[in-house]
């Protein structure tokens, strides 16, 4: 079972992100602060939840926890100062939503910038691990992929309901037959025969 990253009370916030890899869509980062003495035995990393019970567990999350924001990131500002920074800038707005403000920021992965004075610590795999990280992956998951549906109705021929705007074979076989939209990261290689970057 996941577990909270301090044993006392702590108002400690985990924050993670969605979307990093994908060639079109936002990235989106939540941030979600959970009372002491949480427990949840379906909560777990996003990745490893079917979209179900991801559905099930955002309002759970919403209504029990201490606070939570979320933030998207759009295609224009990552191609502006990169994916990375992207990330990172997502989850400083989530952090800034929230109602409460942590005394300590654990983060999802291996890079992050100092968010005001507040101590934080990097934690590879920790939506695996913490049930703060865990909440927060199921927030940006859900809110990003409820974006992408959105913007399947307006280009529904990228399937974005479907692939939510990752590199499949199918998205980036429309790609090549109807051209980029607005929506797509035009510093990503959008094609495999394109220059360019995938991060």
């Not at 949840?40 to 559905?55: A, E, F, P, Q, W």
């Not at 409460?100 to 695996?128: A, L, Q, S, Y």
Request: include cysteine; aromatic fraction near 10%; hydrophobic fraction near 35%.
């Amino acid at each position: 079972m996941l577990k909270l990253y301090h044993e006392l009370p702590l108002n400690e916030a985990g924050t993670d992100e969605a979307g990093r890899g994908c060639l079109a869509g936002p990235v989106t980062a939540a941030a979600v602060i959970l009372p002491k003495g949480f427990t949840n035995n379906v909560l777990n990393d996003s990745k490893l939840l079917s979209h179900r019970k991801r559905d099930l567990l955002r309002p759970i999350i919403e209504s029990e926890c201490t606070a939570y924001g979320v933030a998207h990131i759009f295609p224009e500002k990552i191609d502006e100062i990169n994916i990375l920074n992207a990330s990172i800038l997502a989850m400083h707005k989530a952090i800034e939503q929230l109602k409460t403000t942590p005394k300590f920021i654990i983060v999802d992965g291996n890079r992050f910038k100092p968010f005001k004075d507040i101590p934080h610590e990097c934690i590879i795999k920790g939506d695996g691990k913490y049930m703060n990280i865990a909440a927060a992956s199921v927030l940006a998951k859900t809110y990003r992929d409820a974006y992408m549906d959105v913007l399947h109705e307006e280009y529904p021929m990228y399937n974005w309901k479907k692939n939510k705007g990752y590199p499949t074979k199918e998205h980036r076989e429309a790609i090549r037959k109807y051209g980029i939209t607005k929506y797509h990261r035009m510093s990503f290689r959008l094609l495999p025969n394109q220059l360019g970057k995938d991060f």
